[in-house]
């Protein structure tokens, strides 16, 4: 079966500090990838998503970076993190097929405070 | 106007009672239907998808109108684990074979004794 891995769990940073977020996903190949943020009583917004290794397509302009060195890792980065990062980070996979039509599934998520 | 509107709740009701859930979506490219449950602070779970034909899983019901872009939740006999917050989630076709799931912004459901 296939499992999605996120860390770390929870994480407080000050601001102007760097920041790296950690997805794996195991059972499964070429899956697609997914970076989601959801801040303090608000919905989950899309961040990044990656059809392939070092395909990175970016959903909303901000501080943040998403790489994919491997096929089933997903990394997700800032250089200098602002208050405004705080939140609830998701990553989540779907089985690549007909795009529309896939369900993901998301990781346990990092909870991401920035002071 | 979000993409996804649904009633933020919070609903609380007895066990046992049954709940509806109501969510309406404004693009039509829109191709495939969930319905998630995130419990505080974790991460959301699928619930169930969603068809035109309606379904069903145990107590729950789902049914999705395309010709007035509609989905509604229907939970039957309540349980005290229902407590959670409720998402509906449509997910559409983006470039490059991904998809782009919306979520709603939820709807909480607090079950009481």
């Known amino acids: 079966s296939q499992t999605i891995h996120q860390w770390p769990a929870t994480l407080v940073q000050p601001v102007g500090s760097p920041l790296s977020l950690e997805c794996t996903v195991e059972g499964t190949s070429n899956p697609n990838l997914y970076w989601y943020r959801q801040a303090a009583g608000r919905g989950l917004q899309l961040l990044f998503y990656?059809?392939?290794?070092?395909?990175i397509s970016s959903e909303v302009p901000q501080n943040l970076s998403a790489s994919r060195p491997q096929d089933r890792q997903f990394i997700l980065s800032s250089k200098k993190l602002l208050l405004s990062d705080s939140g609830f980070y998701l990553c989540?996979?779907?089985?690549?097929?007909?795009?529309?039509?896939?369900?993901?599934?998301f990781g346990p998520g990092t909870r991401l405070t920035v002071l | 106007r979000k993409e996804v509107e649904q009633d933020p709740g919070p609903f609380n009701v007895p066990e046992g009672a049954t709940v509806a859930f109501n969510c309406t979506y404004s693009?039509?490219?829109?191709?495939?239907f969930f319905w998630y449950r995130q419990d505080c602070r974790k991460e959301p779970k699928l619930l169930m998808s969603?068809?035109?034909s309606g379904n069903e899983d145990g107590r729950f019901t789902a049914q999705l109108n395309r010709a007035s872009q509609y989905i509604s939740l229907l939970i039957r006999d309540s349980k005290l684990s229902d407590s959670a917050t409720y998402l509906c989630?449509?997910?559409?076709?983006?470039?490059?074979?991904?998809?782009?799931?919306?979520f709603g912004s939820g709807t909480r459901l607090s079950i009481r004794p």
């Open positions: 989540a996979w779907s089985v690549r097929g007909a795009a529309g039509t896939d369900t993901q599934y």
């Open positions: 693009n039509s490219a829109s191709q495939s």
């Open positions: 969603v068809y035109s």
């Open positions: 989630v449509v997910n559409r076709a983006l470039l490059s074979s991904a998809s782009k799931i919306i």
């Open positions: 990656s059809v392939g290794i070092g395909q």
